[in-house]
């Protein structure tokens, strides 16, 4: 069955700027009113300041007013499934909460996982009032 955001972050992936890793990561995430916003990761020389698929899929997507999501697709042209780095999982869920993360390939979903089973006793927010 096909999955429009797993298409949609497969396609983002195409954009990704991955010259030192050449691992090319594509992701997508879906507000609560259906909207599907992009991101793919984006190296530099300067290693550090890179920054992936998932944060700049989320970012793109606060900074144009979208404050509810439900899902995220990450994509990655691996047979086993790439689950996303610790920094995204931390901004993924001080944002998006308890997403569903679906991960996928260039030809099948490798897997689908609920946000708080891959970022188990989250630190946020709440620990700051
Ligand atoms: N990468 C992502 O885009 N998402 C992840 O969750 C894991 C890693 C990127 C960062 C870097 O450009 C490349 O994959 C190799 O680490």
């Known amino acids: 069955m096909s999955d429009k955001l797993v298409e949609a972050a497969r396609r983002a992936r195409e954009h990704a700027q991955a010259t030192f890793s050449h691992f090319k990561v594509g992701a997508a995430i879906e507000t609560a009113d259906g909207t599907i916003i992009t991101g793919c990761n984006i190296e530099n020389a300067s290693y550090g300041l890179t920054i992936c698929a998932e944060r700049v899929a989320i ?71």
């Open 59 to 129: 970012f793109k997507a606060l900074s144009e007013g979208h404050l509810h999501f439900t899902r995220i697709a990450i994509v990655t042209d691996t047979s086993e499934p790439t689950p996303p780095c610790g920094a995204c999982r931390q901004v993924l869920w001080e944002y998006g909460g308890n997403l569903e993360v679906t991960l996928g390939n260039l030809s099948e979903a490798t897997g689908q996982h609920r946000l708080k089973d891959l970022l188990p006793l989250p630190f946020d927010g709440r620990f700051l009032k």
